[in-house]
């Protein structure tokens, strides 16, 4: 009977056994510290906040150049973690704590890239990579890795983020 029990708790409730990451602490167990937010390069703002969505602008990083010619999958793979961390402290400042992102729902990257390179998905996963390895299962999105013939400022790698927040 005891094992019965255990069963039905194991499939009807694995809630109970499942912890709720910390993104805070698993950011500083990582090792990474959020970047001061910079201030917009023009007339927009960094987040927008609807209900319980908040809608991040297009953030970058300093790395520049176009991937597949001055950077490879390998730094850009970086430049887009390092954008990861940049929108996470965008993010931070709009709601105040991370703890409050229920999940997020949709991710825009895109890559300034060479003519002709396929491998955009290879270079978002340095964001999306990160989300997973601080969120959790909240972490993971519906996304888009496309190619651009340009990005402001010659950057690398630029994205943008829809996240749900707690009310």
Known sequence: MKYVLFLACLILAPGIFAQKIDPEKKL???????????KPIAN????VRVGNLVFLAGHG?????KVGKDVTIEQGYEAAR????????????????LNK????????GMVNCT????????????????????FGERGKHA????GMNALPNNMAVE????????N
């Open 44 to 47: 927009y703002v960094k987040a």
């Open 115 to 134: 003519e002709g390179f396929g491998d955009q998905p290879k270079v978002i996963n340095g964001f999306s990579d990160l989300m997973v390895a601080v």
């Open 101 to 108: 992102v229920k999940r997020f729902v949709k991710v825009l």
């Open 159 to 166: 994205i943008e983020m829809i996240v749900e927040v707690e």
């Open 28 to 38: 500083a167990e990582m090792g990474l510290q959020l970047p001061p937010v910079s």
């Open 143 to 146: 996304r888009s890795a496309v």
């Open 61 to 65: 990083t300093d790395v520049i150049g």
């Open 82 to 97: 390092q954008t990861g961390l940049s929108l996470l402290a965008s993010l931070k400042a709009e709601i105040g704590d």
